[in-house]
């Protein structure tokens, strides 16, 4: 588990399948799949196989 102190954070799956969990639930994803992580929101991400999976994270400063 971690979070991201002031930074909301985008995930966007390019290869790969796994379980994405947050303080709300736990969800699986595949390719193509986009999730949003508001800042200071505990989550994690799980690649239960021995595949290498690819993402794009974009954070962005929620104060200055």
Not at 29 to 40: E, V
Not at 44 to 52: A, D, G, L, S, V
């Amino acid at each position: 588990w971690h979070h991201h102190d002031d930074i909301d954070e985008v995930m966007l799956v390019l290869k790969g399948g796994g379980t994405v969990s947050d303080e709300e639930g736990e969800y699986d994803y595949a390719q193509g799949d986009l999730f949003i992580f508001p800042a200071n929101t505990r989550h994690k991400i799980e690649n239960p196989t021995e595949t290498q999976h690819e993402y794009v994270f974009v954070r962005v400063a929620t104060r200055t």
